[in-house]
């Protein structure tokens, strides 16, 4: 996972759609009243306090501790730890993990995937949605593209999104040992909030691309990109980042 310092306010303020479409994961997730559930890259503590809400026991990891922070002070009842999703372990194991818009972050995704898979009961329900493949390509590019125009091409930090085909994820779960239910590969452009709504999501998304330039040099290269974007994502006065989903339910057999 790239190293990423997350600013909590800038995400729960502009970018809180990241929430909100996590309801239908929740929706697929179903829990039920005493289960024991995980919530995996939890944020700011939104849906682990929806999860909650419906009489489950629920735990919220991140490693963020800016968002564990801003969780316990959110929802004081509820149990959020700062925990690395490629290197978990708890001792009771749970009858459901829950993660949304978190492991395309994680590039160790065999390590994610078998710690998963080992802190689940028998039988138990992993629920998950993630970027896919092809997810915020025209941003990437328009990035990558405006750092080669500015010279600084050699200086593009690799090391970031991981964006699995439907296929290539399903293989590596059912290869660890879960029976996949349910798997769909879908875009979903997604409505960025105001007219900097592009420059925010880079600022905030995106800081890894910079991690090798200045401050300076990079507010030149999102400026640019953003201009370059203005023909493709912004269609009548709102920016939409070209996302593509994963969404996937399976069980460990």
């Given at each position: 996972?790239p190293?990423?310092?997350?600013?909590?306010?800038?995400?729960?303020?502009?970018?809180?759609?990241?929430?909100?479409?996590?309801?239908d994961?929740?929706?697929?997730?179903?829990?039920?009243?005493?289960?024991?559930?995980?919530?995996?890259?939890?944020?700011?503590?939104?849906l682990?306090?929806?999860?909650?809400?419906?009489?489950?026991?629920?735990?919220?990891?991140?490693?963020?501790?800016?968002?564990?922070?801003?969780?316990?002070?959110?929802?004081?009842?509820l149990d959020?730890?700062?925990?690395?999703?490629?290197?978990?372990?708890?001792?009771?194991?749970?009858?459901?993990?829950?993660?949304?818009?978190?492991?395309?972050?994680?590039?160790?995704?065999?390590?994610?995937?078998?710690?998963?898979?080992?802190?689940?009961?028998?039988?138990?329900?992993?629920?998950?949605?993630m970027?896919?493949?092809?997810?915020?390509?025209s941003?990437?590019?328009?990035?990558k593209?405006?750092?080669?125009?500015?010279?600084?091409?050699?200086?593009?930090?690799?090391?970031?999104?991981?964006?699995?085909?439907?296929?290539?994820?399903?293989?590596?779960?059912?290869?660890?040992?879960?029976?996949?239910e349910?798997?769909?590969?879908?875009?979903?452009?997604?409505?960025?909030?105001?007219?900097?709504?592009?420059?925010?999501?880079?600022?905030?998304?995106?800081?890894?691309?910079?991690?090798?330039?200045?401050?300076?040099?990079?507010?030149?290269?999102?400026?640019k990109?953003?201009?370059?974007?203005i023909?493709?994502?912004?269609?009548?006065?709102?920016?939409?980042?070209?996302?593509w989903?994963?969404?996937?339910?399976?069980?460990?057999?």
């Amino acid at each position: 996972m790239p190293a990423i310092k997350w600013n909590a306010d800038l995400y729960e303020n502009k970018h809180s759609f990241v929430a909100q479409y996590g309801e239908d994961v929740v929706g697929l997730l179903q829990p039920k009243a005493g289960e024991r559930i995980l919530d995996l890259g939890c944020g700011t503590g939104t849906l682990t306090n929806e999860i909650a809400e419906m009489d489950a026991e629920v735990i919220g990891i991140d490693a963020s501790p800016d968002m564990i922070e801003k969780a316990k002070a959110a929802y004081p009842a509820l149990d959020f730890v700062i925990a690395d999703a490629s290197n978990f372990s708890f001792d009771n194991k749970f009858d459901a993990i829950f993660s949304n818009a978190t492991l395309h972050w994680i590039t160790k995704y065999d390590e994610v995937i078998n710690c998963m898979y080992k802190n689940l009961k028998l039988g138990g329900r992993l629920v998950l949605e993630m970027g896919g493949k092809g997810n915020i390509k025209s941003i990437a590019d328009a990035v990558k593209k405006s750092m080669k125009a500015t010279g600084l091409g050699d200086k593009i930090s690799t090391d970031f999104w991981y964006f699995p085909s439907l296929s290539e994820y399903t293989t590596l779960l059912e290869k660890q040992g879960f029976r996949v239910e349910i798997a769909h590969h879908f875009e979903r452009p997604t409505k960025l909030s105001g007219l900097d709504g592009m420059k925010n999501w880079i600022e905030m998304f995106g800081s890894f691309f910079f991690s090798n330039i200045s401050a300076i040099q990079a507010e030149e290269v999102i400026n640019k990109a953003v201009e370059q974007l203005i023909a493709t994502n912004f269609i009548n006065n709102i920016w939409y980042a070209d996302y593509w989903r994963l969404r996937i339910k399976a069980i460990k057999a």
